[in-house]
């Protein structure tokens, strides 16, 4: 599933004076650069009941409604019980982003599921620091090491009983 939305211009952090002075131009902005991207998210089911969302592009306040759409449209089909947020294509994250993020692993946990992330951009681990969104147990640096904790756990849930 893939869902794609392009963009005319994305604000900026500052003020509508930053795009203008800054930038000399209209939907221009050295804070954020020029290269506003537009979202696309695909998904895929990695095993049962588990999905990896891979969101690439810029996640922020003109496009977290393209994340929050995928989503609903993922729990209404499927409705998994983990969900891997790969970051690897995210170059940009607002707070509207991060509510998204937020919010599924809020929905996750009231039916026990689990919310996790992996191969967070260096600009965007430092907002989840900032904030502390996200427990640090749940940030992975590749998929291999997401999946060599998902095999751990497994095993742990086999042992127990």
Known sequence: MVIRK?????SCLFS????????????????????????EVSSKEKEPG???????????SNTYMILQE????????????IIIFDMEGVNFISSMGVRVIVKTGKRL????????????RPQIRMVFDIIR?????????????????????QRKTVEKG
């Open 50 to 60: 588990v999905c990896v969302v891979q969101p690439v592009g810029s996640l922020d």
């Open 133 to 153: 969104a996200l427990p640090p147990e749940r940030i992975f640096t590749s998929l291999q090491e997401l999946d060599d904790y998902l095999a751990h756990m």
């Open 70 to 81: 995928h989503l609903h449209t993922l729990f209404a089909q499927s409705c998994p019980d």
């Open 109 to 120: 946990r009231e039916k026990d599921g689990k919310l996790l992330v992996s191969n967070l």
């Open 6 to 10: 392009g963009l005319q211009w994305r």
């Open 16 to 39: 509508d004076s930053c795009r203008k002075d800054r930038a000399g131009s209209p939907g221009g902005c050295m804070c954020m650069g020029d290269n506003a991207m537009p979202l």
